[in-house]
Structures are given as structure tokens and as C-alpha cells.
């Protein structure tokens, strides 16, 4: 889905109070506490991540699920270790 927000407050202040809502707001959560350097932004009608004009990844609530868009995976320092929880199927991330 997408919103036309301006900012991450407005963001979330347009989504539905659901699942979706729930999830995407402990990923932010989790985002903010471990890299608080990121700026927090809106790009591509979804919340965005990173310094300046580079952003690192985004968050964003689609339709039947939560999605986290990151380029590559091998960037984020022991990325293996923060996805274990997150990761439905241990074998999808090898």
C-alpha cells in the first residue's frame, strides 16, 4: 500500500490500527535503538533510512504484510545474528 505522507509521524498516523501497524512500529523501534545515526525520512511513499541523499533501506505496511527493502544484507554488520528472530524459514537466509 502506499501513503502520502510527508513525514514518518504523518506516515504512521495514516495506517490502520492492525497487525500491520503493530509490526512495522516494533521494526522502527528496533531501527531507531541500534542505529540511532540513521535519519528517519519519507521516500518512495514509505519510511526510509540512512544519511543525508543515501538511504540504507525502508519500511513500508503493504496490503498482508510488513516489508523491511534492503539492498544488501551483507552491508549490515552481523546481519545473520539480528535476523534470526525475524526470519520465518532458517533456510532462506544461507
Known sequence: MQYDAKTPKEYIEL????????????????????APELEEGIQYKMLCYG?????LFHLNAQKSYVSLYVG?????EN????????????????
Open 72 to 76: 544488501n544484507i551483507e552491508k549490515i
Open 15 to 34: 495506517l490502520d490500527d492492525d497487525w500491520r501497524k503493530e509490526k512495522l512500529l516494533i521494526v522502527r523501534q528496533f531501527i531507531l535503538e541500534n
Open 51 to 55: 544519511s543525508g541523499p543515501s538511504k
Open 79 to 94: 546481519s545473520k545474528e539480528l535476523l534470526t528472530d525475524w526470519i520465518m524459514e532458517k533456510d532462506v537466509y544461507a
